[in-house]
T-cell receptor
Framework: GDSVTQMEGPVTLSEEAFLTINCTYT??????LFWYVQYPGEGLQLLLK?????DKGSNKGFEATYRKETTSFHLEKGSVQVSDSAVYFC??????????????FGKGITLSVRP | DTGVSQNPRHKITKRGQNVTFRCDPI?????LYWYRQTLGQGPEFLTY????????KSRLLSDRFSAERPKGSFSTLEIQRTEQGDSAMYLC????????FGPGTRLTVL
């Protein structure tokens, strides 16, 4: 079945540091890929997505590129802020018309950014 | 606010009791999902509705679990004879394309 693997955490960075969070996937079809974020005390929110190979999703300074050849969707940000402290989940889904577009999530990784 | 809402937000119950959670999706969304999230893990898919039809159930959804969406609007998830292993955050999401998540119901089984 489909699966998502995220790098082990937690991750602690100083403000303005560069962030990379690794994500690789296994899927039988041709999935869409997502990063969700969960801020303290809040629900899951979509951060960015990419629906086909070589697409780059971006939002709030975060970017991730859909790499079919390496089955990866690594999340990057050039300069993190304290407000980026949250739990980040990589996920995949089949968005074909009529398909059950359930999400398959990785375990998540906690990011803490120090001032 | 027209987001996904879930009630109650927290539920503490004793082992063996039945519990029911409610999810109110975004009104124009015809797809509704239930997920379960345990500590340190990502959400895991439980079941999926398209309108009022329950189209898929995960193997995680044992016979003690039942979900309904009677009129294709709100949904309920019932757990009968709760066990300590049922303690988790239960998340609901609705979508027309992208999934929007509710705040979840945290269940603690003592």
């Amino acid at each position: 079945g489909d699966s998502v693997t995220q790098m082990e955490g937690p991750v602690t960075l100083s403000e303005e540091a560069f962030l990379t969070i690794n994500c690789t996937y296994t899927a039988t079809g041709y999935p869409s890929l997502f990063w969700y974020v969960q801020y303290p005390g809040e629900g899951l929110q979509l951060l960015l997505k990419a629906t086909k190979a070589d697409d780059k999703g971006s939002n709030k300074g975060f970017e991730a590129t859909y790499r079919k050849e390496t089955t990866s969707f690594h999340l990057e940000k050039g300069s993190v802020q304290v407000s980026d402290s949250a739990v980040y989940f990589c996920a995949l889904s089949d968005l074909r018309t009529g398909a059950n577009s359930k999400l398959t999530f990785g375990k998540g990784i906690t990011l803490s950014v120090r001032p | 606010d027209t987001g996904v809402s879930q009630n109650p937000r927290h539920k503490i119950t004793k082992r063996g009791q039945n519990v029911t959670f409610r999810c109110d999706p975004i009104s124009e969304h015809n797809r509704l999902y239930w997920y379960r999230q345990t500590l340190g893990q990502g959400p895991e898919f439980l079941t999926y509705f398209q309108n009022e039809a329950q189209l898929e159930k995960s193997r995680l959804l044992s016979d003690r679990f039942s979900a309904e969406r009677p009129k294709g609007s709100f949904s309920t998830l019932e757990i009968q004879r709760t066990e300590q292993g049922d303690s988790a955050m239960y998340l609901c999401a609705s979508s027309s394309n992208e999934q929007f998540f509710g705040p979840g119901t945290r269940l603690t089984v003592l």
